[in-house]
Each structure stands twice: as structure tokens, then as C-alpha cells.
């Protein structure tokens, strides 16, 4: 009685190589990327004021975060960080923004 071994081919069965995995996530990263940008407006003249705007809510925010919800090249409503004078935890800009409305 003799013992054989089957052969199998370790193509099948291989794992990927770190280089395969990276240049695959980066090939997706890249794809997502393109398809995002479309999906965005472009850059409008007056989106450096709303950054200022919401800059200036961040400076008076318990830490440094704020937040505005533009419509229409409007300011809608503004927020900044208020947990620790509200004693909320959930107290983020953009939750205070959205309940400024």
C-alpha cells in the first residue's frame, strides 16, 4: 500500500499578496473619488464667507468646533459646540445648527 498525495494547485488556494489588496483598495478609493466629485458643486465665490461664518461660531464654541447650514446662498442656521455650557455630550455644532431651525 503506498501513500500518495494529491496535488493541488496553490493558485487556487493562494491568499492575495499585500501588494494585490493595496493596489485594489486604491483602485477603488480612486473610482469612488472620481464618482464623488462629479456629485458635488464646484467651488462658489462666496463659500470662503460661509467658512469665515462658520469659523467665527467655532471661536466662541466651548471647543473649537461650528457649524452653518446654508440654502438657497442663504446662512439658515448657525451652531457651535455647546456641551459643556449645556451639559449635553450631544451638544456638536452641527446638532446645535440643525436644532437652531
Same mark, same amino acid.
Given at each position: ?30 473610482? %469612488? ?16 464667507? %460661509? ?51
Amino acid at each position: 500500500m503506498s501513500l500518495r498525495h494529491a496535488h493541488t494547485s496553490h493558485a487556487a488556494t493562494s491568499h492575495p499578496t499585500r501588494q494585490s489588496v493595496i493596489t485594489g483598495f486604491a483602485a477603488a478609493v480612486a473610482t %469612488f473619488a472620481l464618482s464623488s466629485a462629479r456629485a458635488f458643486a464646484p467651488i462658489a465665490p462666496e463659500d470662503e464667507s %460661509f467658512m469665515r461664518i462658520a469659523l467665527d461660531e467655532a471661536r466662541q464654541a466651548d471647543f473649537p468646533f461650528g457649524a452653518i447650514i446654508v440654502q438657497d446662498r442663504s446662512v439658515i442656521a448657525r451652531g457651535r459646540n455647546l456641551g459643556r455650557t449645556n451639559g449635553d455630550p450631544t451638544a456638536h455644532g452641527e446638532m446645535v445648527a440643525l436644532s437652531d431651525r
